[in-house]
Structure formats: structure tokens, C-alpha cells
């Protein structure tokens, strides 16, 4: 069965600081990793996609990594700030079908 | 950027009635749309895949009774939750897929079902 594992569940961090999040992965075929942003009460948006050859991608403030070798991502957040609150989901495709983690829900305080 | 709407963003009714949420790809084609469900503190749980012009494929578990889709055309797809029940309250969430833009998916902004 494809599973998507994230960690932390969830995280508070101080405004201004660095956080990074975590996604180990088993679905097989691979087609492309993302990230996405998900205000409560909202939909996801896209913030990253990477796909087999890419190690890195970056959207602003926020830096994804994937190493397809061991399964693992990671989605940096530099210089955090507090519109950055919000759930994050890892995705990933199997050319057709998405399988979704649980999402690490940030927090940023003043 | 690809834009997906849904309407209503939040809707109230009552158990034993039926309601229609749709989806709408605003600038581009979506030959597939994808109905989601998501309860507090969880992640999206696929409902059905909706394909233009033929009937949706639903993810076991899912009653295509229940949840009826149509995706008569291009740009819309309609999720009808029929005779609702309480248990049905839940955060509805459309992706569309883009074949343009090498299978993107983008997500509506939701809907926010409240059975009373």
C-alpha cells in the first residue's frame, strides 16, 4: 500500500526562525513529490513539485528537498512568519493518483 | 495560475435532504476532476475520480449512491450529497486535473458541509 509519512504532526516555532519538515514516502511507481500549503478552512496551494531527477526546489522562503534514493523529503521554511501558520501536506504521484500525508500543522507566534 | 472554484464555500441543511456542491476549472480544460473529503485535523481522503462525459470511479468504502457526481463538460463537475446525514458534515475539496501543464492538479478552495 503507497503511504506518505510526515513528521512532525505538528510544531510551534517563533517568528523569525527556521523550521524544517519531514516526508518519508513508499509509493511506487514515483512521478513527482509536492508540497502544499493549507490554511484552515482552505484548500491546498502548491508549493513545490519535484520529480525524480530534482534534489532541490525552492519558492521563496520555502526550500524542498527529495531524495529519491532513500524515499525522503524535507520542506525548509526560512525566516518564518506568521501567515506562514498553516497545515503542510506531503504529495506524492504515481503518474495518476496522489497519496497524501497528514500534513505537519505549523504554528508561528509572535 | 489555474484557478478551481467551488460553490457554495459552506453550506447548511438538514438531515434527510440533499445538496450540490460544484466545481469549476476557470481557465483551463479538465478532462478528470477529483472529489475529496477531509474531517478535522486529517488529511484529504479520495471520494471519486470524475472523468468528462463518463461515470466516476469511486475509492472503496465510498457509496456512489450517496455521493453522486456529474462531470458533463470540461469545466464542471457537481458532487450531490443525497439524503444527508449528520455524519456526512465534512470539508469537501475538488482538484482538476490539467492536461496542459503535465497532469497538475489544482485544488478548489472547499466546501464546508454542516448537516444539522
Known amino acids: 500500500k503507497n503511504q506518505v509519512e510526515q513528521s512532525p504532526q505538528s510544531l510551534i516555532i517563533l517568528e523569525g526562525k527556521n523550521c524544517t519538515l519531514q516526508?518519508?514516502?513508499?509509493?511506487?511507481?514515483?512521478?513527482?513529490l509536492r508540497w502544499y500549503k493549507q490554511d484552515t478552512g482552505r484548500g491546498p496551494v502548491s508549493l513545490t513539485i519535484?520529480?525524480?531527477?530534482?534534489n532541490t526546489k525552492s519558492n521563496g522562503r520555502y526550500t524542498a528537498t527529495l531524495d529519491a534514493d532513500t524515499k525522503q523529503s524535507s520542506l525548509h521554511i526560512t525566516a518564518s512568519q506568521l501567515s506562514d501558520s498553516a497545515s503542510y501536506i506531503c504529495?506524492?504521484?504515481?503518474?495518476?493518483?496522489?497519496?497524501f500525508g497528514a500534513g505537519t500543522t505549523v504554528t508561528v507566534r509572535a | 495560475g489555474a484557478v478551481v472554484s467551488q460553490h457554495p464555500s459552506w453550506v447548511i441543511c438538514k438531515s434527510g435532504t440533499s445538496v450540490k456542491i460544484e466545481c469549476r476549472s476557470l481557465?483551463?480544460?479538465?478532462?478528470?476532476m477529483f472529489w475529496y473529503r477531509q474531517f478535522p485535523k486529517q488529511s484529504l481522503m479520495l471520494m471519486a475520480t470524475?472523468?468528462?462525459?463518463?461515470?466516476?470511479?469511486?475509492e472503496q468504502g465510498v457509496e456512489k449512491d450517496k455521493f453522486l457526481i456529474n462531470h458533463a463538460s470540461l469545466t464542471l463537475s457537481t458532487l450531490t450529497v443525497t439524503s444527508a446525514h449528520p455524519e456526512d458534515s465534512s470539508f469537501y475539496i475538488c482538484?482538476?486535473?490539467?492536461?496542459?501543464?503535465?497532469?497538475?492538479?489544482?485544488f478548489g478552495p472547499g466546501t464546508r458541509l454542516t448537516v444539522t
Open positions: 482538484s482538476a486535473r490539467d492536461l496542459d501543464r503535465d497532469y497538475e492538479q489544482y
Open positions: 516526508c518519508n514516502y513508499t509509493v511506487s511507481p514515483f512521478s513527482n
Open positions: 519535484m520529480t525524480f531527477s530534482e
Open positions: 504529495v506524492v504521484s504515481d503518474d495518476y493518483k496522489l497519496s
Open positions: 481557465d483551463f480544460q479538465a478532462t478528470t
Open positions: 470524475s472523468n468528462e462525459g463518463s461515470k466516476a470511479t469511486y
